[in-house]
């Protein structure tokens, strides 16, 4: 008698496998490489040593320098115009800046040996100190327009108190534009046994936060200050060549110019090479291997040259402001540095105004 639950028909399996393997063959499967994971980009370990040192001297002439600005800015007896009031926020803010080396050159050896939360506060740190410099570099462009360009209604306004109030606004507007630093941890790194320092979105929202980060970064941290800038320098420059003294004024003009060269000259390559890491990851610009590679590696290069200007501001008051290296030049008699020398009436005589400023 046989069981009900069996059945007398059965199928050979065997003979399906068979059949199967015949009619796929697995073995002629070509992977696409533009759909395979690329390996991040090593760095030589001589590389990483010289980049390293690099932030360390960095971070030797920044703070010293940052300090001599500050100094000679502060002990002024007169109230500070606008733009040197600027100009010391902005020595304030490579100070920020110069801070964070020493961490990120200990994280290019080493890896990052401190922390969840000290990787939180630097990385909030150097976003502070990059929004506000820029910021403070689009405030001077403006206040130069208005004292120049449209001197009647820059006499009529309150411009020292109203200096105060923006600087305490940018340092807010950098306070919150830094925020996304929190995103910021320190964790394994996949290609190697260090730590690293860096953000780390929800694999699900990554894309999202990501986009909206840069967006932020890119348009105001760089397109609208630069947008502000431009036409604001272009106008005051022109105005200069057309009045009396005109070439005594633009020599006004040369610091804030060279500050503000300085800062896109650093900042520039890097905005363009994070730009091109956005459009990638977007899926704007094809993926591929050897582009991803070299986006990451511009990236690296560029942010070093962006940390430089931490130090750059200092060396070109100390070679291009006149009225700078006079100064610096009086305190250092009065600190008893340099031995007291007679000074002509010409050189006490002020050339100080609303256009040159009690800086510059």
């Given at each position: 008698?046989?069981?009900?639950?069996?059945?007398?028909?059965?199928?050979?399996?065997?003979?399906?496998?068979?059949?199967?393997?015949?009619?796929?063959n697995y073995?002629?499967?070509?992977?696409?490489?533009d759909t395979?994971?690329?390996?991040?980009?090593?760095?030589?370990?001589a590389?990483?040593?010289?980049?390293s040192?690099?932030?360390?001297?960095?971070?030797?002439?920044?703070?010293p320098?940052?300090?001599?600005?500050g100094?000679?800015?502060?002990?002024s007896?007169?109230?500070?115009p606008?733009?040197?009031?600027?100009?010391?926020?902005?020595?304030?803010?490579?100070l920020?800046?110069?801070?964070?080396?020493?961490?990120?050159?200990?994280s290019?050896t080493?890896?990052?040996?401190f922390?969840?939360a000290?990787?939180k506060?630097?990385?909030?740190?150097?976003e502070?100190?990059?929004?506000?410099?820029?910021?403070?570099?689009?405030?001077?462009?403006?206040?130069?327009?208005?004292?120049?360009?449209?001197?009647?209604?820059?006499?009529?306004?309150?411009?020292?108190?109203?200096?105060?109030?923006?600087?305490?606004?940018?340092w807010a507007?950098g306070?919150l534009?830094?925020l996304?630093?929190?995103?910021?941890?320190?964790?394994?790194?996949?290609?190697s046994?260090?730590?690293?320092?860096?953000?780390r979105?929800n694999?699900?929202?990554a894309?999202?936060w990501r986009?909206?980060?840069?967006?932020l970064r890119?348009?105001?941290?760089?397109v609208?200050?630069l947008?502000?800038?431009?036409?604001?320098?272009?106008?005051?420059?022109?105005?200069?060549?057309?009045?009396r003294?005109?070439?005594?004024?633009?020599r006004a003009?040369?610091?804030?110019v060279?500050?503000?060269?300085?800062f896109?000259?650093?900042?520039?390559?890097?905005?363009?090479?994070?730009?091109?890491d956005?459009?990638?990851?977007?899926?704007?610009?094809p993926?591929?291997?050897?582009?991803?590679?070299?986006?990451d590696q511009a990236?690296?290069?560029?942010?070093s040259?962006?940390l430089?200007?931490?130090?750059v501001n200092?060396?070109?008051?100390?070679?291009?402001?006149?009225k700078?290296r006079?100064r610096?030049?009086?305190i250092m008699?009065?600190?008893g540095i340099?031995e007291?020398?007679?000074?002509?009436?010409?050189s006490?005589?002020s050339?100080s105004?609303e256009?040159?400023?009690t800086f510059?």
């Amino acid at each position: 008698m046989t069981d009900p639950n069996t059945s007398s028909f059965t199928i050979d399996f065997d003979a399906i496998y068979e059949e199967l393997n015949f009619t796929y063959n697995y073995s002629e499967f070509i992977p696409d490489p533009d759909t395979q994971p690329c390996n991040n980009f090593s760095i030589p370990d001589a590389v990483m040593i010289v980049v390293s040192v690099f932030y360390i001297l960095v971070f030797l002439l920044a703070i010293p320098g940052n300090l001599v600005v500050g100094l000679v800015i502060g002990l002024s007896k007169q109230s500070l115009p606008p733009s040197d009031l600027y100009l010391l926020h902005l020595a304030i803010a490579d100070l920020l800046l110069a801070i964070t080396l020493p961490f990120w050159a200990t994280s290019v050896t080493q890896g990052w040996v401190f922390g969840d939360a000290m990787c939180k506060i630097i990385t909030i740190i150097q976003e502070l100190s990059f929004y506000s410099s820029i910021l403070f570099l689009t405030c001077i462009s403006m206040d130069r327009y208005m004292v120049i360009v449209r001197a009647m209604e820059a006499r009529k306004a309150n411009r020292q108190r109203v200096s105060w109030g923006v600087c305490a606004a940018v340092w807010a507007v950098g306070a919150l534009l830094s925020l996304p630093g929190l995103f910021s941890s320190a964790y394994p790194s996949e290609n190697s046994n260090q730590t690293v320092c860096s953000e780390r979105y929800n694999p699900g929202t990554a894309d999202d936060w990501r986009l909206a980060t840069r967006i932020l970064r890119h348009t105001l941290g760089f397109v609208i200050p630069l947008a502000i800038m431009l036409p604001c320098y272009g106008v005051t420059i022109r105005r200069l060549l057309h009045i009396r003294g005109g070439f005594q004024r633009q020599r006004a003009m040369r610091v804030i110019v060279f500050v503000v060269v300085a800062f896109l000259l650093c900042w520039t390559p890097y905005h363009f090479a994070v730009m091109t890491d956005t459009f990638v990851r977007t899926k704007i610009v094809p993926y591929q291997c050897p582009a991803r590679i070299a986006v990451d590696q511009a990236m690296f290069a560029t942010q070093s040259l962006g940390l430089l200007h931490s130090c750059v501001n200092p060396v070109l008051y100390a070679f291009v402001g006149e009225k700078f290296r006079r100064r610096l030049s009086q305190i250092m008699r009065k600190m008893g540095i340099l031995e007291r020398t007679s000074v002509s009436r010409s050189s006490r005589s002020s050339l100080s105004s609303e256009i040159t400023s009690t800086f510059m």
